[in-house]
Structures are given as C-alpha cells and as structure tokens.
C-alpha cells in the first residue's frame, strides 16, 4: 500500500517536450523527489525559488549521493556506491557490525 494514489515518473528534463510535462506535473505534485548532484537542477532552471513560484505547497527533497557539501559533492552515485563507500555492505554480510567506517 505503500504507492496507493502516488505516480512515478522518469523523463529526460533535459528535453525540451520532458521538460515541459514536468513543470506542467510539479503545479499538481504534492513531493518532488530527485537525486541530481547539487547544481544540476539549478542548470534546468528548477532551482527551490522555481520550484516554490510553480507550486507552494510542494514538499521537495534533494537524495544524492553524496550531499551537499564535502570532496565527493560533483560525483555521481548511486545506492550501491553509497553502500560501499560507507562500507554499509561489509557490515551487513558478516564483517564487524562495531567497527566504524574506515577502521
């Protein structure tokens, strides 16, 4: 029940016809989800300002990989490289649940 009355949806904003059905879905969106490395959305013109003049109750979070800030901020990721570079998957197939990252 967890998607009950929700839509999913992955276009290439970077054309101009996706670009537009994805404004025209962000005035009725309740969440916007994304997981662009910081600045991409600013470079399609859908920075928070944008996003607020388009729908004022639009929840919207940022997921990347690596955050806002630090060393790894312009690379890409996804969930299994994030998984890794925590050593999140060390742990949970059997190595030292104790130990902290990088011990």
Do not use: W
Request: charged share 25%; glycine share 8%.
């Amino acid at each position: 029940m967890a998607r009950r009355g929700k839509r999913i949806v992955t276009l290439d904003a970077n054309k101009l016809e996706n670009y537009k059905k994805l404004i025209q879905l962000l005035y009725d969106a309740s969440v916007f989800l994304q997981g662009f490395r910081p600045g991409a959305l600013d470079a399609l013109r859908l920075c928070m300002d944008v996003l607020r003049e388009l729908n004022l109750d639009l929840i919207a979070a940022n997921l990347s990989a690596f955050g806002k800030h630090g060393p790894s901020v312009r690379h890409n990721g996804m969930d299994s490289i994030v998984q890794t570079c925590s050593e999140m998957n060390i742990r949970r197939i059997g190595g030292d649940a104790n130990a902290s990252p990088g011990a």
